[in-house]
C-alpha cells in the first residue's frame, strides 16, 4: 500500500488543496485533496502547486502557465481568509496551512458584464 493510500509517512507534510469544480471535474478528484511534501521542503506556493500538478498532470498550464509557472490571470490563491494571489510564489505559507488546520484555495475568478 502506498503512503499516500495510508496517510502521510511521518516525514511527510499533509498539505490540504481546494479547488475550483471545473479543476476537480478535469483532475477527477473529490471536493478537497491532499499533497505531500517532504518534511524539509518549504510549503511555500510554488511547492505546493508543483505537488499538486505533478500529482495531477492533466492540471499543468490550467493554474499557471505551463512555460512561466506565473497565476493564470482568471485564478486566485487563498489561505486563511488572505488573498495570496500577488504574493511572492516562494513566500511560506500560513502556518495553518502547513499543519493542515486549513486548506490551501484555489479559486477561479469572475470576469464579465
Do not use: N, W
Amino acid at each position: 500500500m502506498s503512503a499516500s493510500a495510508q496517510g502521510p509517512a511521518s516525514d511527510a507534510r499533509s498539505i490540504r488543496v481546494v479547488l475550483p469544480v471545473h479543476l476537480r471535474t478535469l483532475a477527477q478528484v473529490g471536493t478537497e485533496l491532499r499533497v505531500e511534501l517532504p518534511a524539509e521542503a518549504p510549503v511555500t506556493q510554488r511547492t505546493v502547486l508543483d505537488a499538486v500538478e505533478a500529482r495531477h498532470p492533466v492540471l499543468r498550464g490550467t493554474i499557471r502557465d505551463a512555460k512561466t509557472a506565473r497565476r493564470r490571470p482568471l485564478v486566485r490563491f487563498f489561505a486563511c481568509e488572505q488573498d495570496l494571489s500577488h504574493e511572492s510564489p516562494d513566500a511560506p505559507l500560513p502556518e495553518a496551512v502547513v499543519d493542515g488546520r486549513e486548506p490551501y484555495l484555489v479559486v477561479g475568478s469572475m470576469a464579465g458584464g
